[in-house]
């Protein structure tokens, strides 16, 4: 099992910046490809970010490419997104997600075996 917990979000003025983290434990996060979803009300869970088990590899939704910077440090077992310029359309409730099957960085939410909680990110105009 593999627990996740994301911490980070909060209320923040459009143009601005925020870091989310996700912290892992149960198993060595440098097992899993790692990705970042977000869900704003009324509306499916939409695919963010995801990077490589070794970091070197990532992969944007065009939404967020340029904006948004995913990274990880599998020696503290956390993955971040960095977002910057962010847009009231960017509001939305952030989960990360753990993918325990080998190869791609992919963008559907059942392609991921391990979900965190969610934090909320609220961008005012």
């Known amino acids: 099992q593999v627990q996740l917990v994301e911490s980070g979000g909060g209320l923040v003025q459009a143009g601005g910046s925020l870091r989310l983290s996700c912290a892992a434990s149960?198993?060595?996060?440098?097992?899993?490809?790692m990705g970042w979803f977000r869900q704003a009300p009324g509306k499916g869970r939409e695919f963010v970010a995801a990077i490589s088990r070794s970091g070197a590899s990532t992969y944007y939704a065009d939404s967020v490419n340029g904006r948004f910077t995913i990274a990880r440090d599998n020696a503290k077992n956390t993955m971040y997104l960095q977002m910057n310029s962010l847009k009231p359309e960017d509001t939305a409730a952030y989960y990360c997600?753990?993918?325990?099957?080998?190869?791609?960085?992919?963008?559907?939410?059942?392609?991921?075996?391990?979900w965190g909680q969610g934090t909320q990110v609220t961008v005012s105009s």
């Open positions: 997600a753990a993918r325990l099957r080998l190869g791609g960085l992919p963008s559907g939410s059942d392609e991921y075996d391990y």
């Open positions: 149960g198993r060595t996060s440098s097992r899993f490809t």
